[in-house]
């Protein structure tokens, strides 16, 4: 996921303003699919990024990716690609974040049309947030863990 995230094009703010493109990834997928690899929805989309056959095809065409059929989208690093590409092709389309968001959920003529559900982009951004928020792990922290693991 990390190596996906270096490839979120994500605007650049002011420096307080400025989005860590691996946590805004992490709250993108927990929405999507609670990090769940295997994750269908009930329109189709698969994998992570929930991202949708035809969509994936489309960009693998376009960007001459490799794509044989819809199972791909179970591979978690094709589907972090293709997921991020598609999210970088809203972002040039749409007028902020905000708006590539909603447009990732509802398809960018979905948008345009109705204008997302703003409970969706609440949610990457409520996991991004706690992301954010989690303790960076100390020597001393995963020592415990490692610990507390191999007493079991």
């Not at 270096?6 to 609670?34: M, Y």
């Not at 991020?84 to 447009?103: F, H, I």
């Not at 559900?117 to 996991?127: A, H, K, L, M, T």
Request: aromatic share 10%.
């Amino acid at each position: 996921m990390e190596r996906a995230s270096l490839n979120l094009r994500l605007p650049l703010g002011k420096k307080k303003e400025r989005i860590d493109k691996l946590g805004f990834l992490v709250g993108l997928v927990h929405t999507e699919s609670q990090f769940h690899k295997r994750a269908k929805s009930h329109k189709g989309a698969l994998g992570l990024m929930q991202v949708m056959p035809a969509t994936a095809k489309w960009l693998a065409a376009k960007e001459g990716i490799p794509f044989s059929s819809e199972k791909d989208l179970y591979d978690p690093e094709t589907n972090l690609y293709l997921g991020v590409l598609y999210l970088n092709y809203l972002l040039e389309r749409t007028d902020s974040v905000e708006a590539a968001l909603l447009s990732y959920n509802a398809g960018l003529a979905g948008y345009k049309r109705f204008g997302g559900i703003p409970e969706y982009s609440r949610s990457v951004y409520r996991y991004y947030e706690d992301w954010k928020s989690m303790p960076v792990p100390t020597q001393s922290m995963i020592s415990e863990t490692v610990a507390s693991l191999l007493s079991i």
